[in-house]
Antibody, heavy 121, light 110 residues
C-alpha cells in the first residue's frame, strides 16, 4: 500500500492561491500517476486532474482549466496542486491519490490523508 | 451534485447482509469498471473493491462487488460494528477522462 503524505491545512483569502503538496514513497512516485480529488462540505468527491508519468503532461477537468496546475518534483518525490483565483466554494478537503490507468485497475488506488483548504475573508 | 447515484444511507444489524447500489450512465459505469471505497470522515478513503469485484489484499471476503450494465452494487455480509462508515463508488468517465464518484452512502450498524 502506497504512503502519501499531504501538507497541512490552509486558510486563504478569496482571489488568492493555494499550493498543496503530496509526498509519495520513491517507488510509488516513479511507478504511478497522482490524482487530485476534492470533497466540499456535505458533497461527494470531485475529480480535479491528474498526472501520469508515462504521459508527462497533466490532465485537468474542464471545470478547473486555467485555475489548476499540477506539477511533479522528482528530486523530492512530491506532486503539487496549485489552485488560483480562490472562491468560497473552493473550501474543501483536497486529496491526492495514486492514479492507476491499467488493464486490471483504473482509478484512484491509495489516498493521502487529505488537506483542508478554507477560503474565507 | 455527484455523477453516480447512491442512496444516502443504509443500515443493518450485526451479522446481517447489506447492499449499496450505484447507478451511472453509458459514459461511465457502462464503459468502465467500478471501484468501491470505505471512508471514515477525517481519514484517507480505503479501496475495498476494484474492477467491479476484485478485493485488494487485506480486504475481508465479507465485502463483494458486482456490476450489470450501468449499475453496480457493493454487498457486505456478516455486518460488524466497525463497518460503520461512508461507502462510495467510482468509475472512469470517458468524457471527463477521469473518475466520477457517487455521493456516498452512510452505513449504520444498528
Amino acid at each position: 500500500q502506497a504512503q502519501l503524505v499531504q501538507s497541512g491545512a490552509a486558510v486563504e483569502k478569496p482571489g488568492s492561491s493555494v499550493k498543496v503538496s503530496c509526498k509519495a514513497s520513491g517507488d510509488t512516485f516513479m511507478k504511478h500517476g497522482i490524482a487530485w480529488v476534492r470533497q466540499a462540505p456535505g458533497e461527494g468527491f470531485e475529480w480535479m486532474g491528474g498526472i501520469i508519468p508515462i504521459l508527462g503532461t497533466p490532465n485537468y477537468a474542464q471545470k478547473f482549466q486555467g485555475r489548476l496546475t499540477i506539477t511533479r518534483d522528482e528530486a523530492s518525490s512530491t506532486t503539487f496542486m496549485e489552485l488560483t483565483s480562490l472562491r468560497s466554494d473552493d473550501t474543501a478537503v483536497y486529496f491526492c491519490g495514486t492514479l492507476r490507468v491499467e488493464v486490471d485497475i483504473i482509478g484512484v488506488e491509495d489516498w493521502g490523508q487529505g488537506t483542508l483548504v478554507t477560503v474565507s475573508s | 451534485q455527484s455523477i453516480l447515484t447512491q442512496p444516502p444511507s443504509a443500515s443493518g444489524a450485526p451479522g446481517q447482509r447489506v447492499t449499496i447500489s450505484c447507478s451511472g450512465s453509458s459514459s461511465d459505469i457502462g464503459r468502465s469498471t467500478v471501484n468501491w471505497y470505505q471512508h471514515l470522515p477525517g481519514s484517507a478513503p480505503k479501496l475495498l473493491i476494484y474492477s467491479n469485484m476484485q478485493r485488494p489484499s487485506g480486504v475481508p471476503d465479507r465485502f463483494s462487488g458486482s456490476k450489470s450494465g450501468t449499475s453496480a452494487s457493493l454487498a457486505i455480509n456478516g455486518l460488524q460494528s466497525d463497518d460503520e462508515a461512508h461507502y462510495f463508488c467510482a468509475a472512469w468517465d470517458v468524457r471527463l477522462n477521469g473518475p466520477v464518484f457517487g455521493g456516498g452512502t452512510k452505513l449504520t450498524v444498528l
